[in-house]
């Protein structure tokens, strides 16, 4: 072999070598059949995907429960002193200054406290916190919600024992759009005002 062919030779396995790694790489980020697009242009893997969980009637959910509308989708938990109540608080806020479009949108908020967190706590919860907008409460089996955190890059952690305990979570909302793919986040410590110019940009 002249040097010329060694080097073809060597191009080759490296062309193989990463065709494969790329195709190992896609079917790991975007396994999940059925979901929408989880890889991007960019191999970013994107944000939600599949989960079965139990809604606030105790009836079975899934992501076919984002399909229709605009979804503001977080993670918290019913015994959260502060982060859950404000963000829902936010939303309310910004709902009632979005005219119409509240009929375009729903909140959707899953628990990352299983243990506690039924779906009658996750009803009463919600009611008492009155949203102009459709919201719907769901929770699981604590593999459940990890599955669901999961596809969402969403953390949580229980934090504390005995029945005071704390689950420390992410604060992001994720705002799905009426497919069920990922739009865009309003993040904590948006203004309701912010938020609302967020809603407006995105729901048409
Ligand atoms: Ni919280």
Known sequence: MNRVRILLVLLCVAAAIFAGLLA?????????????????ATGTAAIGGPFTLTDQDGKPV????????????FFGFTYCPDVCPGTLQ??????????????????VFISVDPERDTPQQM?????????????????GTPEQVAAAAKA??????KNGEGEGYLVDHS?????????GQFD???????????????LNQAIK
């Open 24 to 40: 190992w790489r896609v079917g790991a980020l975007g396994g999940r059949s059925g979901g929408p697009g989880q890889v991007s």
């Open 62 to 73: 899934t992501e076919a429960a984002l399909k229709g509308r605009w979804s503001a989708v």
């Open 90 to 107: 936010a939303l309310k806020a910004a709902a009632g200054q979005i005219g119409d479009k509240t009929e375009k949108l729903q909140v």
């Open 123 to 139: 009803k009463d919860y919600l009611e008492a916190m009155d949203l102009p907008v459709k919201t719907i409460g769901m929770t």
């Open 152 to 157: 969402y890059r969403a953390y949580y952690k």
């Open 171 to 179: 604060t992001a909302i994720y705002l799905m759009n009426p497919q």
């Open 184 to 198: 865009r986040v309003l993040a904590y410590g948006m203004t309701p005002d912010q938020m609302a110019v967020q």
